[in-house]
């Protein structure tokens, strides 16, 4: 009989309760219930289901990638504390029966004091992947659907031991992809595009997807951080926004300054992205989104949803919902991932395109 009878969800910390609703509500949708145990601002909320292997099920049938408030998730047995000296010999009970492991990884959660960990879990996580290799339990990474095997350390004592799949669960380590800000970008809102590109489209795309001389449409741009990225790219960048733009980017023959509002925009002829970070009410964003591709005034798009105080998890639904009930009533096929990146606040980012087109 399994005792992983939980998922650890990571998530930005202040959202735990939109991690929850959500996970609730994903999980239900598979046959599998549960409840939540959680703090605000812990960075983390846990997903207990008491049925044998119900746990093991949900993180199998889920779509990571489908989800939006958790950046990343394992499943778990309980929180153990360890006492002795030697903590990889006390852990190795747990960790049996946890076949087909790949690698190893000691997380923590993204919180003040949870970064205060990050030098303890990387050494442990070295010494108990040497360890493991040394004693032959972890395989190769090539080929199959390898298992990750998770630590989440609450302490340098206390943690929850499980796993997660390579291929079903964030490619970094938190969730976290790291880049680095560059220092010629106007804004440091720049990462928020590039973590979204990141999340959403396969690295070996790239150079198909943003290719060199393509065209795409900022809207709200101002001073540039994402229409720095777009020119970083090679693309010819149409800025839509009464406010000025960066003079460096204005100098690159690469942008044309458009003041105008955001909502009222229309492009002169289709264009292969649209961007859009305007801080307005999100239903505004979201009809704004379905506009422009039942218009076909682009290829895809990102956008965020700025989300209200309150209801965050509610909005966020009713928002996807919209776009979903419009297009699918304008019979238009199309594809739609969202994520809370970590460079993101209180906002969604979304990626939208009309399927058949790329």
């Known amino acids: 009989m399994s005792d992983f ?10 959202f735990e309760k939109e991690a929850a609703a959500e996970i609730t509500d994903r999980a239900a949708e598979a046959g599998h219930y549960g409840y939540c145990q959680l703090a605000e601002g812990e960075g983390y909320v846990q997903f207990i289901i008491p049925q044998p292997g119900a746990a093991e099920a949900v993180l199998e049938q889920l779509d990571f990638f489908s989800l939006i408030f958790i950046r990343q998730w394992m499943v778990a047995r309980p929180p153990v504390t360890l006492e002795g000296r030697d903590r990889i010999a006390e852990l190795g009970p747990l960790i049996e029966g946890i ?3 790949s690698e190893v990884w000691v997380e923590h959660p993204d919180t003040t004091e949870g ?3 990050n030098r303890f879990c990387r050494k442990f996580s070295s010494a108990l992947a040497q360890h493991l290799r040394k004693a032959g339990v972890l395989g190769s990474k090539s080929g199959g659907n390898r298992k990750r095997l998770m630590l989440f350390a609450l302490s340098g004592s206390e943690m929850f031991v499980g796993y997660a799949a390579t291929s079903n669960s964030a490619p970094w380590e938190m969730g976290i992809p790291r880049l680095k800000f560059p220092k010629a970008a106007p804004s440091r809102s720049t990462l928020k595009l590039e973590e979204a590109w990141h999340w959403f489209l396969p690295a070996r795309v790239w150079d198909e997807r943003l290719r060199m001389g393509g065209t795409a449409v900022d809207l709200g741009a101002a001073p540039g951080g994402w229409t720095w990225q777009l020119v970083k790219r090679s693309l010819f960048v149409t800025a839509v926004d009464n406010g000025p733009m ?3 980017l204005m100098e690159s023959g690469q942008v044309t300054h458009v003041r105008e509002d955001a909502y009222q925009f229309e492009p002169e002829k289709p264009v292969d992205w649209m961007v859009c970070d305007v801080v307005d009410k999100p239903v505004k964003t979201a009809s704004m989104a379905v506009t422009w591709l039942a218009q076909g005034w682009c290829r895809e798009m990102i956008f965020n949803l700025k989300l209200p105080m309150k209801k965050r998890y509610a909005e ?3 928002c996807l919902g919209l ?3 419009q297009l699918e009533q304008l019979e238009i096929p199309y594809q739609m991932r969202v994520k809370q990146l970590y460079h993101n606040r209180e906002e969604v980012t979304v990626h939208l395109y009309r399927t058949g087109v790329l």
């Open 99 to 101: 076949g087909g492991c």
């Open 115 to 117: 970064r205060e960990m």
């Open 316 to 318: 966020t639904v009713s």
């Open 246 to 248: 960066n003079t460096d």
């Open 5 to 14: 009878d939980r998922l650890i969800l990571q998530c930005r910390s202040g």
């Open 323 to 325: 776009i979903a009930d």
